[in-house]
């Protein structure tokens, strides 16, 4: 983590506004807006949406039976949430929870009761209703002991299961009478027990969230947040200068943060989790299932120019398929070192002496597309002819997840055990194309057994042991070329002052509490 401050301190597709009733006005509101580098909001569900443009906001409308302190990501600052204790059985299978009581929903959906928490973790680990049903799968049954006491019964042990019912994806906890009367109304009007409540949505605009009253650790001292889409960085920087937004994303490019920061009275936060940037080849489509090509598109690979081009006070490098500071990476594997004759005579062994050509589909957003010029420009000096499709965002996730591009610059951050990266990058049943696809866009499988058995191993040691392998495996493979991480930059005026020190937040963007304020 890195902080800098200045001397002086696809959509929703709504055509209309929903909105629920305003918040009390008898005094003065204090109002933060918020830009976000978006274009409109997926969808206001957890469970369905894991778009990094929508993240901040669940993190503001939920909350799971256990939560990351705020200001931290570490799985080592986990605390109470809506949970107040917790206990596990000696064969690590059976986890029971006991709830807070009096803990309300917004919007008048009552108070929070072990049967939302068993239709929430039930819904997260269902196909049909989540995006991260895989997470889910070791868990047998989820059932209410009584009003406030639930049970979870695994399949096998989980030695990381307080991740998967953290604040974060499935573990977000959902009113089930708000999700069960609104039905898919529940993606434009979530209902959570969070600090804010949603208020309304305009497409393409924005969503603003009120203080929750009833949030069970005292109503926020921020009245309202008003969340605007504003995909271009220069315009979200102009809105800033002309006093219509309070904090926003900013350029994750260390020039940027410099240059910003000489700017008046803000601060630039730069902060944990790193956005590993993977380079994932197809190893079932020629040439690419030949892994001495596989090979030498690493070796050609320099991630000194990725550096430069981003900024070292916002990147690092990475080698290991699981990011930098998760519980579980290892930097005991193959490392393909920037090495043009090697890549070269790897290329002529492989027949390809007069190089190929390849297309590739990528991102218009500038965090992708321009690593991939690079990536472009350095395969170009062993012959690889890449022709890039630049298309829309929506339209690059769409065309991926059907295996359209053999080569797939992917970049991502997800909860911080190598097991989450693993299973849904590198592990068979999560190979797109398949009834249970993720994101693993390089179809390998010759780790699953180490990620089956890291997943169930109660010896702590021995499942590092298993993930340690795994990504051996995977590197020995060359299924993908790891090349650097990005962190998460946002800048904000000094009269907003969140109440702890950000560090990390699984989000992707601050968390307000009830603490934090505007001065």
């Known amino acids: ?21 305003s918040i009390d006005a008898v005094r003065a509101e204090t109002a933060v807006n918020v830009g976000l580098k978006a274009k409109d909001a997926t969808a206001l569900d957890p469970h369905l949406s894991t778009k990094s443009g929508d ?40 986890w029971t929870f006991k709830l807070r009581k009096g803990v309300k929903f917004h919007h008048g959906y009552g ?17 049909k209703r989540s995006s991260v049903s895989s997470d889910y799968s070791q868990f047998e049954k989820v059932e209410a002991v009584d009003p406030h006491t639930v049970r979870i019964t695994l399949k096998t042990p989980v030695p990381s299961l307080l991740g998967l019912v953290a604040n974060y994806h499935g573990g977000n906890i959902v009113s089930k009478k708000a999700a069960e009367e ?50 271009s960085d220069s315009s979200r920087e102009l809105a800033f200068k002309k006093g219509e937004l309070d904090i926003f994303t900013g350029k994750r490019e260390e020039k940027w943060v410099q240059r910003i920061g000489q700017d008046g009275d803000l601060t630039v936060d730069v902060f944990e989790p790193g956005e590993l940037r993977t380079l994932h080849l197809n190893t079932k489509v020629k040439p690419l299932d030949d892994i001495r090509v596989r090979k030498a598109i690493a070796h050609a690979l320099n991630r000194d120019d990725f550096i430069k081009l981003v900024g070292d006070s916002v990147t690092r490098k990475s080698w290991s398929p699981v990011p930098n500071g998760y519980l579980g990476h290892t930097g005991d594997l193959p490392k393909y070192e920037h090495d043009l004759d090697k890549a070269k005579a790897l290329m002529k062994e492989a027949g390809h002496e007069n190089g190929f050509k390849m297309n590739a589909i990528i991102t218009k957003r500038s965090a992708l597309l321009r690593p991939m010029q690079v990536i472009q420009a350095q395969l170009k000096k062993i012959g690889i002819d890449l ?19 053999p080569m797939v610059l992917y970049g991502a951050a997800r909860f911080p055990v190598a097991d989450t990266y693993l299973t849904q990058f590198y592990h068979g049943n999560s190979r797109v194309g398949t009834p249970t696809a993720v994101t693993n866009f390089n179809h390998c499988d010759m ?10 191993e109660p010896d702590a040691a021995k499942q590092k042991e298993l993930w340690a392998a795994a990504q051996r495996k995977l590197m020995e493979n060359v299924c993908s070329i790891p090349l650097f991480e990005q962190l998460q930059v946002w800048a904000r005026r000094n009269s907003v002052d969140y109440g702890y020190t950000l560090e990390g937040a699984l989000s992707l963007g601050p968390l307000f509490t009830e603490v934090s304020a505007k001065k």
């Open 111 to 127: 108070e929070l009761t072990a049967d939302d928490v068993v239709y929430s973790l039930t819904r997260a680990g269902d196909p």
């Open 447 to 456: 780790a699953d057994a180490e990620i089956d058995n890291a997943r169930k």
């Open 387 to 405: 022709e890039l499709d630049v298309v829309e965002h929506s339209a690059f996730h769409a065309q991926i997840r059907k295996d359209l591009s």
């Open 182 to 231: 609104l039905g898919e109304g529940f993606k434009q009007k979530p209902v959570g027990t969070g600090p804010f409540m949603f208020k309304d949505y305009k497409a393409k605009q924005g969503i603003t969230l009120a203080a929750n009253p009833d949030y069970f650790r005292g109503k926020p001292k921020i009245d309202k947040l008003d969340f605007k889409f504003v995909p």
């Open 55 to 94: 993240k901040p906001i669940f993190a503001l409308l939920f909350n799971g039976l256990v939560r990351f302190k705020p200001g931290s990501m570490s799985p080592a600052n986990l605390e109470p949430d809506l949970a107040e204790s917790w206990e596990v059985s000696p064969d690590g299978k059976v």
């Open 1 to 21: 983590m890195r902080k800098f401050l200045t001397h002086a301190g696809t959509g929703l597709a709504l055509a209309l506004c929903v909105s629920y009733g």
